[in-house]
């Protein structure tokens, strides 16, 4: 079935610097693509989406490219927040049906 | 704002008990999901519904139960509630283009 795989581990970097957090898919068909974010003690926020291959998602600085090549959808943000520090899920969509990665928790120190 | 409300947002019941979680939607939308979230397991699918009185299993369904009269409201309910789930739970919503929308999540506390 359908399932998605970010990078082991939390992150933890100082304000400022680059975030990359990887994610990778497996899908039948042309799901579509997602990052949720999670802030202490609230439920999931759509950050940002891409429907169809070299599609480019963005919001609040972060991107994301949807690689149909590589089945790839990394989250980037060139300089990261303190207000950053939250849980990321990547997510794929395809049928109705959302398959979650395990979600990466971002640290970022002042 | 996709206009989902769960209720109660938190809760804390004894190991036995019947709890029964709300999940209410404005938005007219035909799928509604229920997930748990837990550390290190990330979320995963309870049940699901794809129309009123339609309703079919996720990953892990066995101790819970669902209910969908109205378009707009459905019902998770843990028939004789035990400390395995005790997790935060978050319903769903299918909206345009695929995406999905979630509440803000009911936290059950099973003691």
């Known amino acids: 079935g359908d399932s998605v795989t970010q990078m082991e581990g939390p992150v933890t970097l100082s304000e400022e610097a680059c975030l990359t957090i990887?994610?990778?898919?497996?899908?039948?068909?042309?799901?579509?693509l997602f990052w949720y974010v999670q802030y202490p003690g609230e439920g999931l926020q759509l950050l940002l989406k891409?429907?169809?291959?070299?599609d480019k998602g963005s919001n609040k600085g972060f991107e994301a490219t949807y690689r149909k090549e590589t089945t790839s959808f990394h989250l980037e943000k060139g300089s990261v927040q303190v207000s950053d520090s939250a849980v990321y899920f990547c997510a794929l969509s395809g049928n109705n049906r959302l398959a979650f990665g395990k979600g990466n928790q971002v640290v970022v120190i002042p | 704002d996709a206009g989902i409300t769960q209720s109660p947002r938190h809760k804390v019941t004894e190991t036995g008990t019947p709890v029964t979680l709300r999940c209410h939607q404005t938005?007219?939308?035909?799928?509604m999901y229920w997930y748990r979230q837990d550390p290190g397991h990330g979320l995963r699918l309870i049940h699901y519904s794809y129309g009123v009185k339609d309703t079919d299993k996720g990953e892990v369904s066995d101790g819970y139960s669902v209910s969908r009269s109205k378009t707009e409201d459905f019902l998770l309910t843990l028939e004789s509630a035990t400390s395995s789930q005790t997790s935060v739970y978050f319903c769903?919503?299918?909206?345009?283009?695929?995406?999905?929308?979630f509440g803000e999540g009911s936290w059950l506390t099973v003691v």
């Open positions: 769903a919503i299918s909206g345009q283009g695929n995406t999905i929308y």
């Open positions: 938005e007219n939308h035909r799928y």
């Open positions: 990887n994610c990778t898919y497996t899908a039948t068909g042309y799901p579509s």
């Open positions: 891409a429907t169809k291959a070299d």
